[in-house]
């Protein structure tokens, strides 16, 4: 079986590209699929994470990036001839690989991918929530450019639902939110490639948290909730790994707390992992999530993890009062009250972290990925 999987590039250090490597990896090499990886802009960007020889890479140079050195309304027309120069590149490929499943990741080009004329089954993964794509995403734009590009996100959306074969989504209230066919709509998570060797032991001084530096992760939220943690435990830190343009806004709330000493921003690094078992709690304070790869990371680690029962996902991995804790939604003191509750009491943390450890078996890639070729076989 021929799969293809489409994505604009592998350049960053983020959990969608890593999980998208992992599987196209695993399909390559375990179940022998011919998998093809077509990005529009990889150029001559190394791959953040590696990717498997058996996986076929092919890059359309689509330099869609072009289009923001005019202003509108040229920039619109730069837009149209750049699209369309990506969808007669795309055609092309497809028509030559001739594959069975087309997958795409995101919504990344989903509208385009759907409409592919060709034999394949068309996959779209639900990667980024229904309810919040196109939030927040740091493009600033007038009424009415905002307008037009609401409408076009619903037009979108409506092409999604009609011409895909099927729709993937991470969580059971995303699932939800899709005007599909309940035959056509399937939940399958996200998963870790294996587990450590060993977990923590929750007993160091620090907590944790990682995630992109953006208005979604909510990590204004953290540091307000540390300074109540702090009156209480000034002896533990708290360490936050990411990268975004809310860094110079964090650290300056950081300063304005006086938490310079006890809460460190640290750049990504690709061996979380290590923090994760040289810590003793995982903090998630997002607004909103897709799934919350970070927590079955951090579980995987022996870690208690504390998240506010943002939309979506959270609820969905956690089991609150068996491996972590559930807090209400953007309830400050609440969220340091239960930081607290595990600082105060060692024993409860630990064996949160136990079964923690225990549950974040369930998301393995090998018992993930059956679930996946289940799909493609029944759509296939």
């Known amino acids: 079986m021929k799969i293809v999987y489409i994505y604009d590039a592998i350049a960053r250090i983020g959990g969608a590209e890593r999980i998208l490597i992992d599987k196209m990896n695993y399909l ?47 920039r619109l027309w730069v837009k149209w001839k750049l699209d369309r120069d990506f969808k007669r590149k795309l055609k092309k490929q497809i028509a030559s690989i001739d594959p069975e499943i087309i997958i795409g990741t995101t919504y990344y080009k989903a509208d385009v991918i759907s409409c592919l004329p060709c034999k394949a089954k068309k996959i779209i993964e639900s990667h980024c929530v229904k309810t919040y794509t196109g939030l927040n995403d740091g493009v600033k734009r007038n009424w009415f450019i905002q307008f037009i590009y609401n409408y076009l996100l619903r037009q979108s959306y409506h092409i999604i639902e009609k011409r895909s074969d099927a ?82 806004n964090l650290l300056q709330l950081i300063k304005l707390l006086k938490l310079e000493e006890n809460i460190i921003l640290h750049p990504f690094t690709k061996d979380i992992f290590q923090e994760y078992i040289h810590s003793s709690i995982y903090v998630l304070p997002s607004n909103y999530e897709g799934f919350g790869l970070v927590l079955i990371e951090a579980m995987s680690c022996g870690l208690p993890c504390v998240s506010f029962d943002c939309p979506y996902g959270p609820a969905e991995i956690i089991q609150d009062k068996e491996d972590g804790l559930l807090v209400e939604n953007n309830n400050i003191n609440l969220l340091a009250e239960s930081i607290n509750y595990l600082i105060e009491h060692t024993d409860l943390r630990q064996a949160y972290g136990k079964k923690a450890r225990e549950n974040a078996r369930n998301f393995l890639i090998e018992n993930v990925m059956p679930q996946w070729n289940d799909l493609f076989n029944k759509i296939g």
């Open 167 to 248: 729709i993937v989504s991470l969580t059971y209230k995303d699932s939800r939110e899709w005007h599909k066919n309940e035959t056509q709509k399937f939940i399958l998570p996200n998963s870790i490639k294996e587990m450590p060797a060993f977990g923590s032991t929750c007993t160091e001084k620090r907590v944790i948290s990682a995630g992109r530096l953006i208005y979604e992760k909510g990590f204004d939220r953290l540091i307000n909730a540390w300074s109540k943690v702090h009156e209480k435990h000034p002896d533990w830190k708290l360490d936050i790994y990411g990268e975004g343009k809310e860094k110079e």
């Open 28 to 74: 390559a090499e375990i179940y022998g699929y011919e998998v093809y990886f077509i990005t529009s802009a990889q150029g001559n960007h190394p791959f953040s994470f590696p990717l498997s020889d058996k996986v076929k890479h092919i890059d359309l140079n689509a330099r869609f990036h072009l289009q923001y050195q005019y202003q509108y309304p040229k």
